[in-house]
Structures are given as C-alpha cells and as structure tokens.
C-alpha cells in the first residue's frame, strides 16, 4: 500500500479539476529518471493507468504525480486525501529522457502536459542547457506549474486561447514567432494533445529542428506485454511503454494515434454514467 502524503487542487473550473498528489514510494522516487512514468491502481477492482512522474522529493520518498479529473480513475484519484492509500504504484517505467548540454532546448507543454515537462525542464536547467519554456492552455485559470517552469527557464511564455493570459494564440504562435526572429534552436520538446504535438512538429520539420514528442497511450500492463500502446514511428511499430515514452516528432503518425485514444470513448462515458448513479450496479 502506498500512502497519500499530501494532496492540491492545481486549478478547479468546475468542469475541469487538476489535482496534485504526493505519494510515498521511496524506491521508485530514487530510480526516477526525467521521462519516467508509473502505473498505479487504486483499489482491486480498480483500473491501471499510467501517469508521468511529474517530480520526486528523496529525503520524504515522495513521488508527486498530477492528474486531470476526465474518467473514473483519474476522477477517484481526486477524492483521496493526504492519509489515504492506493494499492499498486509500479515504476519507474519506459525510457529515461537523455538531453545534449549547452545546448537551446524549447520546452513546450500544452494543458496537463505540463505536468510531464517539469522534470525535463528542471533537468536541462541543472545540466546548464539553455532553456525557454512556453506553456499553454485554453484559457488563464487552468494553466498549472508556471512558477514552478518559470524558476528554472532562461526565457518564459505563456499563450492562451482566448487571450486572458499571454500570448493570445497557441504555443505554435510563440515557436513561430522566435523563429521568424532567428533565435537558435537545437532541440524542441513538446508535451501535451495530440493535436498540440503535431502542429510543433508539422512547424519544426520545415526549419529542419529535431522535435520530441512524449506519448500519452493507452496502456493495460506497461511491460511491453499486452501491446496496447503500440504507435507507428517512422513505418515501424513501437510500444510506448518501453520504446517511450519519447519520440521522434516527426516520424511518429499522429492521426493514428488520434484514432487509438478516442476508441473507448463511449465506454468511459458509459462508466461514467454508471457512477454518477452511485456506482455499477446501483441504479437499478
């Protein structure tokens, strides 16, 4: 069992609920490499699900994750409290992030995918990179991180969609216009929709940038067993769980990717459904 240490609510709209969770996993938080993700069931009839390590505190053995309130899980995950426990919490898992340094990276993270990009971005800024960071969200209450990115970026930018914060645009309109003013670029790391990444990477493959991409599939075990987090990268199938969860921008097909995630749409809505009334089995 795995302890709660510590919960906050990062933004609360009502309709969309971020919340942050500390919990107590000292081995995983001493193996934890930026790019890691765990996978973690909160009770035995609980689902698996996986969620990016967002950062790790090794004199507490906490482990700090952050997850948007959408379906079932993530919507339990956001009722626990600090002394509350969940049953399974496994990682580190897939593929340690490894960055060039000295070099200019662009960090880029769009909705929840802030919460993955944290760690990268604090690590780029201890391995003396240069790092600008531009995160983005529809709107200005639901960004999250920003002083935490803000603290260990070298340049900052936010861009909203409706303009209430920052650039008014996408986090595209902010890499576009450092290009058009000629700013150097080595790396750009994207993290958030899938319609995010691939317009960063359908902009960056004109200039010739290379562009990682963090993938956020679905996933039954995490070990490579059950194959269903397989993605198309360059012609090739890989899994996410432990060829990722990073790739190459520009090779991986993202309209496949696109269809995978919304095959359970409907299913989940129905869950949803069901819970509302009190749970499976209680409306009858």
Known sequence: MFKVLRKKVLSDTGNDRVVLLDIEAPLVAKK???GHFIMLRIDEKGERIPLTIADTNLETGAVTIIAQEVGITSKQL???EAGDYILDFVGPLGQA???????HVVCIGGGLGVAPLYPEVKHLHEIDSHVTTIIG???KEILILEEEMRKHSHQFYVATDDGSYGTKGFVTTVLQQMIDDQQPVDLVIAIGPIPMMKAVANLTRQYNIKTLVSLNSLMVDGTGMCGACRVTVGG?????CIDGPEFDGHLVDFDEQMRRLNMYKDKEKS????????GVGRCH
Do not use: I, S, V
């Open 32 to 34: 934890h490499q930026p």
């Open 78 to 80: 956001g009722r626990l």
């Open 97 to 103: 992030a490894h960055y060039p340094e000295h070099k």
């Open 137 to 139: 969200a529809r709107t």
């Open 236 to 240: 090739e199938t890989k899994f996410t």
């Open 271 to 278: 869950a949803l459904a069901l819970e509302g009334c009190g």
